[in-house]
């Protein structure tokens, strides 16, 4: 394991680029990773998502820790995302990677525009994705802090992600979703894996614009999303 307690830099990524990522040992990172907050740009027709029976889509751009992260010692990651949402799917937020056999198995959750307002949107991809909304406050502006979290039961780490929403104010957490088998790997019969079978995680931001927006001469029109204290946190061990 390298052998550096440097914060690894954000680097702009479309898509499945991103793997490349995963081909690098983990890094011994802090225990704490935080960002600058960052604005993405995303042209119409981006998307990360894998429906039945063929689509699977993802050019989305993302700008992700430029190193992978241990997925056993990953504890949290958490933005506050906004934009000027306007077009059907426009959407931003987390996105977490985790390369599996001959699958990418992977996460996002944050903001995403339907039915003419933003909800929170989370999308958990296997084999193919599904996806959930949960409405925001019309208080909220289109703005909300999303967090991820690893669930842990006494000093055990289990299978579950979940999916908050924090409240800015009060810093009270609202499970939305429950994410069962992402951490399965890194489980057998409730003990942890042995070093050797590690497996590593890719953490970022992203935004998207899957659909082209209405109006004439916006065709090209990009969406354009700010992510406000991105931060991941890792186990102390």
């Not at 406050?137 to 289109?142: I, K, M, N, Q, V």
Request: overall charge negative; hydrophobic content about 35%; charged content about 25%.
């Amino acid at each position: 394991m390298t052998n550096t307690t440097q914060v690894p830099k954000l680097r702009l990524h479309h898509g499945s680029s991103a793997m490349a990522i995963s081909q690098s040992e983990a890094t011994d990172c802090p225990k704490t990773l935080s960002y600058e907050p960052v604005t993405i740009h995303a042209a119409p027709k981006t998307d990360l998502w894998r429906k039945p029976p063929h689509t699977d889509i993802d050019n989305a751009p993302i700008y992700l820790i430029s190193a992978p992260i241990d997925l056993h010692k990953f504890h949290t990651a958490r933005v506050t995302v906004s934009a000027n949402w306007s077009s059907l799917y426009d959407q931003g937020g987390l996105a977490l990677f985790i390369p599996d056999e001959d699958l990418k198995k992977w996460v996002k959750t944050g903001i995403e525009y339907v039915w003419g307002k933003p909800f929170v949107g989370t999308v958990a991809t296997s084999r193919w994705s599904d996806w959930s909304l949960v409405p925001l406050p019309e208080s909220a502006g289109g703005k909300v802090t999303i967090q991820v979290e690893r669930e842990t039961k006494g000093d055990d780490r289990v299978e579950s992600l979940w999916v908050y929403i924090i409240n800015e104010e009060t810093g009270e957490k609202l499970g939305i979703r429950e994410i069962t088998w992402f951490f399965r790997h890194d489980v057998d019969s409730g003990e942890a894996i042995q070093e050797d079978q590690s497996r590593t995680l890719l953490v970022g931001v992203y935004g998207a614009r899957p659909t082209v927006p209405e109006g004439e001469g916006r065709e090209n029109e990009e969406l354009e999303v700010k992510l406000e204290g991105f931060e991941v946190t890792l186990f102390d061990d």
